[in-house]
């Protein structure tokens, strides 16, 4: 365990019962953090959603409707399960479990906060810190498709199987522009740990919005990114997997009560997590400016205002993500599709080889009014040339018989 997670100094002495017991501790309180964050995430959607629409919005349950979440979760764990004589029962009993498992051990490497002393020994705000932890991300993101595929295949059903093919395609399109993504932050971070990256995105003032923080450097990746991120999630306006004009519910058609809930606890963790690693990798993380007149090592400049800042960022995206599903038509198939293949991993190619070349030439002190047109005109050269190679829509296809 030592090895796994050096970075962390709270295994810098070793692991004794105070260790682990302070393991187990930041284990729950993830846990607890991003299932009341999903609780939240779902009221604040819905309250929006309904301004935007001139609509009052959840108010019945608890002040300002904040309970009601919580009030539908408990309805669904009391209502009846059913299961298709048709299902595949162990797939079909594991599958929910797949989908959340991944979701939460993604998270699990985002830092919260800055170092803090817990029971006499130093930890980072953050479950664990891994040095090869982008790699843990990039895994878990792959099988997050597992739970979803294993969920239509063995409900035994063919509108399921139908939501759960499209889920694996959508989701394979946009994983190789969603990685080469984070290639573009990799490049300037020379590093695969997230508490690396944030500590390289330190605050140092204002200017660090500016100078510090990945997001104006990497703006190409980050623009990649977002648009990955929300596909993979299968957020709107991607989120043909559960098209109920088409597919009447997708995936999870044959769910109910509890493992319904946690197909969907599932897709907003996931939405949370995406946002909390684009904060990580673009937006500093927990940094940003601590109160002048208070001890800096004092436990509000150091517990409170790092996990302020975080929260405060990823509410920020998390906002957009609302925006985007009050006001975005759900794209065709075959846009979809479009966008990411013909245009998107593109683009993310082009981008890490811009930057790569604009790196080695900062490093080795080369002229930037000679590299930069240059690299501009053969990254304009390169998408030419793909573009041209890409099928057009008026162009006949050779039919295989």
Not at 53 to 74: M, V
Not at 93 to 116: D, E, H, K, R, T
Request: avoid cysteine; charged fraction near 10%.
């Amino acid at each position: 365990m030592t090895g796994f997670a050096t970075a962390d100094p709270l295994f810098s002495n070793g692991v004794d019962l105070t260790v682990v017991l302070i393991v187990i501790g930041k284990t729950i309180a993830v846990f607890a953090l991003l299932l009341l964050s999903v609780l939240m995430y779902i009221w604040f959607l819905r309250k929006v959603i309904a301004r935007m629409q001139n609509r009052i919005g959840p108010d019945r349950a608890g002040p300002f409707g904040l309970l009601q979440t919580l009030a539908d979760g408990i309805k669904l764990f009391f209502k009846e399960q059913s299961v298709p004589t048709t299902a595949d029962r162990k797939i079909f009993y594991l599958a929910p479990y797949l989908s959340l498992l991944p979701a939460f051990l993604a998270f699990s490497i985002v830092p919260i906060g800055g170092l803090v002393t817990i029971a006499g020994h130093q930890t980072f705000l953050q479950l664990v810190d891994i040095p090869l932890g982008i790699l843990l991300l990039l895994a878990m993101s792959g099988l997050g498709i597992y739970g979803v595929m294993l969920a239509g295949w063995a409900s035994g059903s063919k509108y399921p199987l139908l939501g759960s093919v499209r889920a694996s395609a959508q989701l394979l399109s946009y994983e190789a522009a969603f990685g080469l993504a984070i290639v573009g932050v990799l490049i300037q971070s020379n590093t695969l740990s997230t508490r690396a990256i944030v500590i390289k995105q330190g605050w140092t003032g204002v200017e660090s919005i500016v100078n510090g923080w990945y997001w104006l450097p990497a703006i190409g990746a980050l623009f990649v990114f977002l648009i990955a991120a929300v596909a993979e999630t299968n957020h709107p306006p991607f989120d043909l997997v559960e098209a109920e004009q088409e597919l009447t519910g997708g995936f999870f058609t044959e769910y109910t009560g509890i493992r319904f809930a946690i197909f969907y606890l599932a897709e907003f963790m996931n939405l949370i997590t995406m946002s909390a690693i684009a904060v990580t990798l673009f937006f500093g993380g927990p940094s940003g400016p601590s109160l002048g007149f208070l001890a800096a090592n004092g436990w509000f400049n150091v517990w409170v205002l790092p996990v302020f800042w975080f929260m405060s960022k990823v509410i920020v995206l998390l906002f957009l993500t609302v925006w985007l599903r009050a006001t975005m038509p759900r794209l065709r198939y075959d846009q979809l599709m479009a966008l990411g293949w013909k245009f998107l991993i593109e683009f993310a190619f082009i981008w890490v080889m811009i930057t790569g070349v604009v790196v080695v030439a900062k490093e080795q002190d080369w002229s930037m009014w000679i590299v930069l047109p240059a690299v501009i005109a053969g990254g304009i050269a390169i998408g030419a040339v793909l573009y041209a190679s890409v099928p057009k829509t008026t162009e006949l296809l050779e039919e295989i018989k």
